[in-house]
């Protein structure tokens, strides 16, 4: 858990320094959403190609990987001084947080106590959000407060990384090294049979929760500097922690219902926040758009972790990390592509008008949710129906 915390928190380092460099670089808008875009590029590259590898070569070895490729990523951000060295150590990051988001995440979950029966989730779905958070606020407050405030935050992300690569070598192992590690390269999206009605709900959940966190990156900088008037590094890494931290808070109180009921509840709360949202930037209300910030985030722990609690159920050892790598390929799926789009459009609109489009898209998520939620069939089926992977049972044809 320590070590998937390390490894987001890196990834939210550069957020707080993003109006740094806009300031003193030249950055437009749309160039920081290319760096939130590429980040997000990296990840759904790996996650496709090397997502099932650690069932082949063990957890340790894909986890020390994902922590190497965080730390180059950490160590070129200490040169930021045109785009493309910011894009090319977001990438790095991107295809570490891709190797951590199915190694590290099928780690926690193999080591978890069965009881209660929603902590696997909460644990392996928000350890990235408690990440996120701990490293936009520590970000800023470095940036802020402490010297060196283009540099210091990174060589502490990588000192964290280092020292969380030391404890996964003196972890016990939990997957056998087996073969057809060259075949699991091949790029296939797979979960369980007996939940995959799910996918179109978690989808959805996924992509509308997410897309609002990668709005956070990519817009709020300018938008806390532009609309609500504060050009603080610590009070921009308040801000996102304000979407991140409610996650991690909220998402054992959707272990009191069922999976579906609680994606309704999250996706219903997390609509809420938006409005508040949209409504704190007409107004300029910095107070308002942090309470609406709160609230949303709250509801997306809710219905992520509940997501990922459906998707999970009934798992196996050699499925969990196919199925994480399907859980963050949507979600960096929908982090991705409203940013691409949006970024090109905020040369012609403003913020205030892209926050109301990512409103809308929480709009059609939450109804969507709420209309067509399910819960997993808990009729008791073989593992190899439940889950046919060609590469663990080579007799099983591909549909």
Known sequence: MGSLVASFAATAAPIPLFNTYRAEDGFTNASISLAVVTY???????????GRLSNHLGRRLTAIA???LLLLGCLLLLNVYDLG??????????????????????????TAPTRPEWLASVASSQGPMLGLTLGAIASGALVQFAPWPRDLIYLVCAGLLVLAAGLIVISPETAESTPGAWRSLIPRVRVATRVRHLLPVAAAVFLATWATGAFYQAFMPALVADQLHTHSPLLLGLVFAAYMAPSVLGAPVGGRFTSAAAQRIGMTIFLAGWIGIVAAIAIGTLALFIAATVVAGAGQGIAISAATRGLLYGSTHVDRAPTFSTIYLLCYSGAAFPSLISGQLSNAFSLPQIALGYGGLAIVATLFTVLAARNPHTDTISTVSNYDDPDRHPGLTRP
């Open 85 to 110: 060295t910011l894009l090319a150590g977001r990438l790095l990051m991107g295809v570490g947080a891709g190797l951590a988001s199915s190694s590290l995440t099928s780690y926690i979950v193999d």
């Open 40 to 50: 997000s590029v990296g990840t759904i590259a790996t996650l496709l190609v090397l």
């Open 66 to 68: 994902s922590l190497g």
